[in-house]
């Protein structure tokens, strides 16, 4: 599985932005997905993950409410909608696929793309 996180950029606070990540191979819209950040000088944590069939959700306290994760399996694509960004948002953002459950931990996903970065000005 191959996987390529985009949509970051540069917003103020308050504002929203959603990004993107695009899903390659045969089986890629079987596994469990997730949203993972990791700011400067911070270890990799946990944001959001999503079921298979997208049917089930589990966020991060610190965005409950404010992101929203998804699916399209049929364009083998994962979204991350972020609304009212602050500026303890600030990251580079990795999606991740897991072949078991809807994990909150980095070691759980066996699959990583490229981070895409969110700079959120306050």
């Known amino acids: 599985v191959q996987l390529q996180a985009f949509g970051g950029g540069l917003v103020q606070a308050g504002g929203s932005l959603r990004l993107s990540c695009a899903a390659s191979?045969?089986?890629?819209?079987?596994?469990?997905m997730g949203w993972f950040r990791q700011a400067p000088g911070n270890e990799r944590e946990f944001v959001a993950s999503?079921?298979?069939?997208?049917?089930?959700?589990y966020y991060a306290d610190s965005v409950k409410g404010r992101f929203a994760i998804s699916r399209d399996n049929a364009k083998s694509t994962l979204y991350l909608q972020m609304n009212s960004l602050k500026f303890e948002d600030t990251a580079v953002y990795y999606c991740?696929?897991?072949?078991?459950?809807?994990?909150?931990?980095?070691?759980?996903?066996?699959?990583w793309g490229r981070g895409t970065l969110v700079t959120v000005s306050s």
């Open positions: 991740a696929a897991s072949a078991g459950t809807m994990a909150t931990v980095t070691h759980e996903y066996e699959y």
């Open positions: 999503i079921s298979w069939a997208g049917g089930r959700t």
């Open positions: 191979g045969r089986t890629a819209v079987s596994y469990a």
